[in-house]
Nanobody, 122 residues
């Protein structure tokens, strides 16, 4: 099994910054992609940013230019640096990791963390 744990959320004033971290553990054979999603009250979960094992990055239009996803290597941890935060960025942020865990043959997984709360005050 694969466990995904997020950290780094909190309360910040508008215009401030936060950095989220995501770590995956377990018998991971390979990771295809890692991403950050968010869900605000009463809204559907939406993609914030995603990075593939090859380094391709996708951002939601609402965060482009303000948020940066990065990783140290082609695995975890993966980070989300959030600058110029706005009240509308308030949400629970979830990390998603997709890949294969060790087995013969390796078995696909698609795992989510429990989420970390980000609150931006005006």
């Amino acid at each position: 099994q694969v466990q995904v744990v997020e950290s780094g959320g909190g309360l910040v004033q508008a215009g401030g910054s936060l950095r989220l971290s995501c770590e995956a553990s377990g018998s991971i054979f390979s990771i295809n992609g890692m991403g950050w999603y968010r869900q605000a009250p009463g809204k559907q979960r939406e993609l914030v940013a995603r990075i593939t094992s090859g380094g391709s990055i996708t951002y939601a239009g609402s965060v482009k230019g303000r948020f940066t996803i990065s990783r140290d290597y082609a695995r975890t941890p993966v980070y989300l640096l959030m600058n110029s935060l706005k009240p509308e960025d308030t949400a629970v942020y979830y990390c998603n990791v997709v890949g294969y865990y060790s087995g013969s043959p390796p078995v696909a997984f698609d795992s989510w963390g429990q989420g970390t709360q980000v609150t931006v005050s005006s």
